[in-house]
Every structure is written in C-alpha cells, then in structure tokens.
C-alpha cells in the first residue's frame, strides 16, 4: 500500500482507500467549481468534502476557504457551528446517544455510560481500530420510544445499559440492523 493510500483508506471516507490524493485534491477541486458561485454553496460543498474525505482535515478547509475567497476562520466557523461536521476521522459505526429530556429522565445517560465503558472511548473519540465513534444527541424525535440510540442510520429504541455490549457485538457481526430495533 503506498502512503497515499494508506492515509485514504485511514480517513474513514467512501473511498475505502481507492482514491489517490491526486484523484482526491481533483475531487476537492470539482467541489469548490460546482459551488463556488451558488447563494450559499459553502455549506454543500463542505458536506460533499466531507462525503469524500470522511471529515474535514484542515488543509480541505484552508482551500475550501481559499476557493471561496473567505477567510479561513469564516469557514472554520461554520465547521464547528454545525454538529453535522467534523474535523476528525470518524467510525465506521458513529453512535449516537439521545440525551434530550425524555431519553435523559428515562435512562440515556446510563446508556451513554454504558457505550464509554464497552468502546473505552468518550463522547467526540474514535475507538484506535476506527470501528466507532461516540457522539450525543439532543433529540431524535422519538422521545415516546426513549431512551434512544442511532447507529449511523439505525434508530435503536427503549435501550438498556445492560444490552449495549449485546448491541456492539451485533453491530460489528452485522447482526443488528436485522433485527426488531427495540432493545429492552
């Protein structure tokens, strides 16, 4: 494997480490073109970047800015506004624990607690093999199903503490989106 594709495949993008970082800098280019003159173009062509990169490393941001003609920290600004967006390389399961008012009173937080301890990460880390991330939500709108977790897309609903390690191994075997997603 060579180093350009080494970071590829690391980045956690749809590239699945295919893409050179020539055929990648040519991708970022054809982005900036497409949106550069559109009312409001910067926040699709930073949700694209991030479709194929996996995240927004700096040096995206820094052209993206330049192909703008903003300053970087405007679109610094904007990365970190939105939840949405990320400067870190993501799992390829990003979990996320519903920790608005129902799924707090009636248990997220000790479903939160639960994905720390299993994955040994915490809130905004990616396990060392990039297999999860751990993130928090506010609200999923399924608050008469709480507490709920997402799994990428996969709403899981009712989930208990003590089945998340259940919940991880089926997720990784592959297993859990088959299934009914109620967990308790």
Do not use: W
């Not at 749809?14 to 893409?19: P, V």
């Not at 996969?154 to 259940?166: F, H, I, T």
Request: hydrophobic share 40%.
């Amino acid at each position: 494997m060579t180093d350009s594709s080494a970071t590829a495949a690391a980045c956690g993008c749809q590239c699945d480490g295919a893409s050179s970082e020539t055929e990648l800098a040519a991708g970022l280019d054809s982005i900036i073109g497409e949106y550069r003159d559109k009312p409001g173009g910067l926040i699709p062509a930073l949700q694209t970047a991030q479709a194929l990169f996996g995240y927004l490393p700096e040096e995206v941001i820094r052209k993206i800015a330049d192909g703008f003609g903003k300053p970087v920290s405007e679109v610094a600004g904007v990365v970190t506004f939105y939840s949405f967006f990320t400067l870190h390389p993501r799992g390829k399961f990003v979990v996320r624990v519903c920790l608005g008012t129902a799924c707090y009173v009636r248990g997220g937080k000790e479903v939160l607690d639960a994905f720390k301890k299993k994955l040994e990460i915490d809130v905004g880390e990616t396990t060392p093999d990039r297999m999860f991330s751990l993130e928090v939500g506010r609200c999923f709108g399924a608050c008469g199903m709480a507490p709920v977790v997402m799994v990428n897309d996969d709403v899981y609903q009712r989930v208990k503490p003590a089945l998340v390690g259940e919940l991880v191994n089926k997720i990784l075997s592959g297993t859990a989106a088959a299934e009914v997603k109620e967990m308790a």
